[in-house]
């Protein structure tokens, strides 16, 4: 995804809507169908959002529909009243900064400019990962790190985008205690209190307290 555009129509939305989102999948090789919907929900500017369930109940592919890196087969998103469609999709999807369960890192920051290198390394050591790499000549000098250590790396990387909304699917799973703690107790307060609109997808229950919302998916509903 691409740095937000000050001239995005959609920066200063208040609401997201879906209606009726449907999306389905087959796995040819299995000849199974997986599908999520019809889900209808308001999320709104600035609030905490956790989505929970049993895995395969559809959550990152409800996140996935809801940046519409997945088409759904019917039911519209709007945002404020105005109908998300192919000739505005782009826009939309320039709101968020994701990181699924799924994620891809890559050495360069492509599509970020004018980066402080400084600031990228203050980073990697806020996030204790600056004993295993380091910013220089514009990239990451490792990236082999454990599943833990990369989601770090990974964070670091929404940071610098800056987008209004941030979408994390389990992030802290792979998290020690104290990462973990940070994540739930320290970030997310701090997102929440610049204005930034979070969907975290969650199964620790003891944090659920610091959610605005928490809401449960099964067999790819709302329920």
């Given amino acids: 995804m691409q740095p937000i555009n000050a001239e995005n129509s959609f920066i200063n939305f208040n609401k997201i809507e879906l209606n009726s989102l449907y999306f389905e999948y087959h796995n040819r090789e299995k000849n199974e169908s997986f599908s999520i919907g019809p889900i209808d929900l308001t999320i709104k500017r600035g609030e905490v ?19 519409m890196l997945y088409k759904s087969q019917s039911g519209n998103i709007y945002i404020d009243d105005k109908l998300v469609n192919d000739k505005n999709y782009l826009e939309y999807r320039e709101l968020y900064s994701a990181i699924f369960y799924d994620f891809h890192l890559f050495a360069k920051l492509y599509g970020l400019e004018n980066i402080d290198p400084k600031r990228i390394n203050d980073l990697l050591k806020l996030m204790q990962i600056d004993n295993k790499t380091e910013f220089k000549d514009d990239s990451f000098t490792k990236l082999n790190l454990s599943t833990g250590q990369r989601k770090r790396l990974a964070l670091i990387v929404t940071f610098l985008e800056d987008k209004p909304i941030y979408i994390f699917d389990e992030w802290a799973a792979d998290q020690d205690p ?46």
């Fill in 49 to 67: 959002l956790f989505i929970i369930g049993g895995n395969g109940c559809g959550k990152t592919t409800l996140l996935k529909a809801l940046t």
């Fill in 178 to 223: 104290q990462f973990k703690n940070y994540f739930y107790d320290v970030l997310l307060k701090k997102l929440k209190t610049e204005g930034k609109t979070v969907i975290a997808v969650s199964h620790d229950d003891r944090y659920f307290h610091l959610a605005d919302r928490v809401i449960k998916m099964d067999y790819g509903k709302i329920v």
